[in-house]
């Protein structure tokens, strides 16, 4: 017992050693990745900057070359481009912009879709031009994606101005150009085989947030090798981690555990050496290197513990890291679904806007032309469930707006309308399916409306661009509390040819639209989710909450922190205390752990908004877990039942071999010859293979050659019995069972019924004028005609203990325990009808054809000979179906009334 704990110590110190010293050698190796990466990382974010300094350069030549010549910009910009474009393959476009629209691109090829556009009309430019030209400074936007190939594009912009110095009147356009970023990165050797890491790069600008504009952001979140690339405009941020698979040396690791396992075994060996488990071989014999027992034990305890060791803490710690991976890939992907759910959402309002806009800047419709106007505003919203309103203010204060009902059960269009010459009263018509208005909505009427103070209209007065207006509460609702609700959407400012103001176009989307998106989708995962804006002000939540707060005529808004939802107000508490546009953390509510996602969304040049979620750790987490756990129970339970049965079979083997090798040496010494060389590190097998050699190889080659033929004999025999049951109880032809075995069945069937005092009847049938058959046809057909009635009795009785047999000649007979005389009855029409069905021509038959007789008779159960009676019983039967014209069943007559016959 003492030397067993021994081992088990020595054993599980091994264990650990080896766990250790693969878990520093793996640290070591993870250091020695990350610092190559670094210097890489350095080296290459150097050659970047260089190459983004370059292409600033050549634009900024284009742009000097344009500003020397105004008005004549095509000579300079026909030369340049093309010598810029083959300098520069990364190059995907070169454009010249008078004011916001652009007029010249090389190559045309491939930008078709840029020629003509307008900035003005394109917000999510909007905000680095207006930059550009406030600061009379170059810029960089990285938020595009490019015509050509779909990948992220940055754009190098240089203004161009008529004046040295002056205000933004001077302003005369700009030269860009568009730059394939992984083309770039490529060419500084951040990317490609020769990048041995995965690089991430996220750009940080001036009153902005952090945004991505390469690779997985979750690179910042892990340990990395950090860079920083100073732009003009921004700071790039780099983060590397080497490749999967780089840093992970296998072979070291093989070794580790290989050369652990080994020094482990020799130590047990040597303890057991120590403790006696060897003894020393006595003089003048050949001897074993150790007992039997002590073999098994070493052979068996030595690496069960080690291996069972190494297969739980990997399965441990691969299972903790798939968990892992698992909550953070679902939290992120759920994440970025919703984020990706949101940003189309937002860009509703900003297409109807823009289309608007152009509708009226192309002249199809003009603010004057009310119907045209209204019929346009009907048309976008059929078409565009998402779209809560479309309206025009003009400068006079008239107001025409189309729109549904944000909330309730009403979801018809309405048509809202205010003149000023009415004083600015608001009233609301229902529209049918044909646009024309049908009833008016209680209530309206009562309320005067001025779109000119309305935020949305201040806000593109203000800005003079398609811009963002804020979130806010709508504002003609009454006390049905029609078009409740919180809104929000784009405004942009239409001016006459003069400049003048002629009026505000707006789109807007009812924001309690995403709170049904978000409960939709988190009811399905038990979590939570909302938008704020970036100060933390609720815009949607899934628990359905409030966003806002009626105090008065006042409309507060609800911060995500003070929600009435608890998760939304802890989690938001979380994001505002942390200060990050995005980030993941762990929180507990509810009495359950969850895990929290949440990132930033910059509407284009709009507001900063946050989408946040938090999912369940228990979804993951506690089936893992439960998995985890009995994985193992199930490999500490192996490991000891492998101990014990170790234990038990070395001490099972050993001890009858001991006494058998003492009794084979006693007979072996009385035999006077020597034993044959044997080598085995068991003495026990030594012993007894010096005993018994020599018997058994006298007897080795007369027991092989008996069992040989005791074999051949045996196979033959079996072989033959096989044969002569299936002759003995199957006919021949028909393939049915013969006579012998149908009488075997009948007996036995018949004294079962009669025990169990259920029914069972007998089918007897016959071919009818089948001696006129053979005749007429010869006996090869007629043989075939009996295989295809039987084929038809197989097909048609087909219960167990049910049994068809060819009673003689062209006679049947059915043996059907458990079945009446009635139901008897009726499986034998089906027969007789499945046999005529056959249609098997014969000239002597009725109408032509192969047809059969049937008769039917039920066991008497009190009869003690009713199994031979029922034969006669059933012959009688049939005998009586031919007197009566054949093809046709009869019954057996009872004793108290007889049976009907079943019609041909």
């Known amino acids: 017992m003492k030397r067993t704990l021994s081992v088990v110590v020595l054993l599980l110190l091994g264990i650990a050693v080896v766990l250790g010293a693969e878990r520093l050698d793996r640290a070591r190796s993870d250091a020695q990745a990350m ?105 960089i936007d990285g938020s595009t994606r490019l015509v050509q190939t779909g990948r992220t594009g940055l754009i190098f912009r240089m203004p161009i101005f008529d004046a040295a110095q002056g205000d933004d009147r001077d302003y005369r356009g700009m030269t860009a150009l568009t730059v394939d970023l992984e083309e770039t990165l490529r060419r500084a050797g951040l990317l490609g085989a020769e990048a041995g890491f995965d690089v991430a790069i996220r750009s940080r600008e001036a009153a902005q947030p952090l945004y991505g504009l390469f690779g997985d952001g979750r690179l910042f979140e892990q340990p990395h090798a950090a860079a920083v690339i100073e732009l003009p405009d921004a700071v790039w941020e780099l983060a590397a981690v080497p490749k999967k698979g780089l840093a992970d040396d296998f072979a070291r690791a093989w070794l580790i555990r290989g050369g652990g396992a080994a020094v482990t075994l020799v130590l047990v060996l040597a303890v057991l050496y120590r403790s006696g488990g060897w ?64 940003v189309d959402f937002f860009e509703v309002p900003r297409a109807a806007a823009t289309f608007n806009v152009g509708q009226v800047q192309s002249g199809l419709v003009g603010l004057d032309q009310r119907e045209a106007l209204l019929r346009s505003f009907l048309l976008q919203l059929r078409q565009q469930p998402l779209l809560t309103l479309l309206s025009v203010g003009t400068a006079e204060g008239g107001y025409l707006a189309a729109g549904r009902p944000p909330t309730g059960a009403e979801h018809s269009l309405h048509v809202l309308q205010a003149d000023p010459g009415d004083g600015g009263v608001l009233r609301v018509d229902r529209v049918g399916d044909d646009n024309r208005r049908s009833t008016s909505v209680a209530g309206s009427g009562s309320l005067r409306f001025d779109p000119r103070k309305q935020p949305w209209f201040e806000s593109a007065v203000r800005t003079d661009t398609l811009g963002w207006y804020s979130a806010g509460r709508y504002a003609f609702h009454h006390q049905d509390n029609f078009f409740e609700g919180m809104g929000m959407g784009m405004s942009v400012a239409l001016r006459g040819e003069d400049g003048r103001l002629a009026g505000v176009l707006r789109a807007d989307v009812a924001l309690s639209q995403i709170s049904r998106f978000l409960h939709a989708e988190m009811s399905r995962t038990g979590g939570i989710a909302f938008l704020a804006e970036s100060g933390g002000a609720l815009l949607a939540s899934s628990g359905l909450e409030p966003v806002y707060r009626l105090e008065g005529d006042e409309t507060r808004r609800v911060s995500a922190d003070q929600s009435e939802a608890e998760g939304t107000r802890l989690l938001g508490a979380r994001i505002l205390q942390s200060g990050l546009s995005q980030g993941r953390q762990a929180l507990s509510f509810e009495g359950r752990r969850f895990l929290a996602r949440w990132q930033s969304i910059q509407l284009p040049d709009g507001p900063r908004l946050i989408i946040a979620l938090a999912l369940p750790e228990s979804r993951y987490a506690e089936p893992a877990e439960r998995a985890l756990n009995r994985i193992g129970l199930l490999i500490l339970g192996f490991w000891m039942v492998g101990v014990v049965t170790a234990l038990l079979a070395a001490w099972w083997l050993s001890r009858p071999l001991l006494s058998l090798s003492r009794w084979a040496e006693a007979l072996a010494e009385g035999a006077g010859h020597d034993s044959p060389s044997v080598r085995s590190p068991v003495r026990e097998i030594v012993v007894l293979a010096d005993a018994l050699d020599r018997m058994a190889s006298r007897q080795r080659s007369h027991a092989r050659d008996l069992e040989r033929q ?104 059915v043996i059907l325990p458990g079945l009446d005389v009635e139901a008897a009855r009726n499986l034998a029409g089906q027969i007789r009808a499945r046999v005529e069905a056959l249609a098997i021509p014969h000239a002597h038959g009725l109408s032509g054809r192969v047809t059969i007789s049937i008769g039917v008779a039920e066991m008497d159960l009190d009869d003690a000979h009713a199994a031979e009676t029922l034969v006669g019983q059933a012959d009688a039967a049939l005998y009586r179906a031919k007197d009566n014209g054949r093809n046709r069943v009869e019954a057996a007559r009872a004793a108290s009334a007889p049976l009907a016959a079943e019609p041909s």
């Open 35 to 139: 610092a190559d990466v670094s210097r890489q990382l350095d080296d290459r974010a150097l050659r970047l900057q260089a190459d983004l300094r370059a292409l600033q350069d050549l634009n900024g030549q284009l742009a000097g070359a344009l500003a020397a010549e105004p008005g004549a910009e095509d000579g300079p910009f026909s030369r340049m481009a093309p010598r810029m474009a083959q300098e520069r393959p990364d190059i995907r476009s070169i454009v010249f912009v008078r004011k916001l629209r652009i007029e010249r691109v090389y190559p045309i090829a491939g930008n078709e879709p840029i020629l003509g556009l307008d900035y003005s009309l394109r917000p999510q430019f909007m905000a680095k031009i207006t930059h550009m030209i406030r600061h009379r400074v170059p810029v």
């Open 279 to 342: 003894r020393c071989p006595r003089p003048g014999r050949r001897d074993g290197l150790a007992s039997l027992r002590t073999l098994l034990l070493a052979a068996t305890l030595a690496p069960m513990p080690l291996m069972v060791g190494l297969a739980g803490w990997l399965v441990f710690t691969a299972s903790i890291e798939a968990v892992q991976d698992l909550e953070r890939g679902q939290v992120d992907e759920l994440a970025d679904q919703l984020k990706n759910k949101v």
């Open 710 to 813: 005791v074999a051949e004999r045996t196979q033959a025999l079996v072989e033959a019995n096989q044969r002569l049951v299936g002759l003995s109880l199957t006919d021949g032809l028909t393939g049915l069972a013969n006579r012998r075995h149908f009488d075997e069945v009948l007996a036995r069937e018949g004294d079962r019924s009669r025990r169990e005092r259920r029914p069972m009847s007998l089918l007897m049938l016959d071919v009818d004028w089948f001696k006129s058959y053979n005749d007429q046809y010869g006996h090869p057909a007629g043989d075939v005609v009996l295989c295809q009635v039987a084929r038809v009795l197989l097909e048609s009785v087909r219960r167990p203990g049910d049994l068809a047999a060819r009673y003689g000649g062209e006679e049947f007979a």
